[in-house]
Each structure stands twice: as structure tokens, then as C-alpha cells.
């Protein structure tokens, strides 16, 4: 379960849309709200990796746990150097 947690924390296109989740959520926030939509991004994309490249070698489940404890850590960069950016430009 490790060695998942760790392959998915290094995955570039996982990477690339929690970056652009955060970037959506920014953009509408007045509508939607902040927390939500990261809510049920980090969810989505625990979900829809797997089942859209699965991996023979691990249960579903166990991708989708491992996926939800990996998008996690992967948000809370992300959202720091995002509130740094909008900090920036204030």
C-alpha cells in the first residue's frame, strides 16, 4: 500500500489535475464555494484514475484508498503555493 501511496504521489498527470482542480476552485468560488469542490475533486480523481487505467496487479479498492490518502497530500502544496500566489498579488 506503500509503494501505491508512493507511485501516485509521483504521478505527473495526477499532479497536474489536482493543480488545475485548485486552479477551477479559485475561479469559482463565489459560486460554489471552496471546500466542496475540493471535497469532491480529491474524490473524483480517486475514483476515475483507476477505473480509467487500472492496474492488474491492485484491487480497486485499494487504489481508491490509496488514491484519496495521495490526492490529500499531494492539495495541501498545492493550496499553500496557491494562497501564497494570491497573497502575492494583493
Same mark, same amino acid.
Given at each position: #500500500?506503500?509503494?501505491?501511496?508512493? &507511485?501516485?504521489? =509521483?504521478?505527473?498527470?495526477? !499532479? $497536474?489535475?489536482?493543480? /488545475?482542480? *485548485?486552479? =477551477? #476552485?479559485?475561479? =469559482?468560488?463565489?459560486?460554489? $464555494?471552496?471546500?466542496? +469542490?475540493? &471535497?469532491? $475533486? @480529491?474524490?473524483?480523481?480517486?475514483? #476515475?484514475? +483507476?477505473?480509467? #487505467? +487500472?492496474? %492488474?496487479?491492485?484491487?480497486?479498492?485499494?487504489? !481508491? *484508498?490509496? /488514491?484519496?490518502?495521495?490526492? =490529500? !497530500?499531494?492539495? &495541501? %502544496?498545492?493550496? /499553500? @503555493?496557491?494562497?501564497?500566489? &494570491?497573497?502575492?498579488?494583493?
Amino acid at each position: #500500500m506503500t509503494d501505491l501511496v508512493l &507511485a501516485q504521489l =509521483t504521478d505527473v498527470f495526477r !499532479i $497536474g489535475l489536482i493543480i /488545475g482542480l *485548485v486552479f =477551477t #476552485m479559485h475561479k =469559482t468560488a463565489a459560486v460554489t $464555494g471552496r471546500v466542496l +469542490p475540493l &471535497a469532491l $475533486g @480529491v474524490v473524483f480523481l480517486a475514483v #476515475m484514475l +483507476p477505473a480509467t #487505467m +487500472p492496474s %492488474p496487479s491492485v484491487s480497486f479498492a485499494d487504489a !481508491i *484508498v490509496a /488514491g484519496l490518502v495521495s490526492n =490529500t !497530500i499531494i492539495l &495541501a %502544496p498545492v493550496l /499553500g @503555493v496557491a494562497w501564497l500566489i &494570491a497573497r502575492s498579488r494583493r
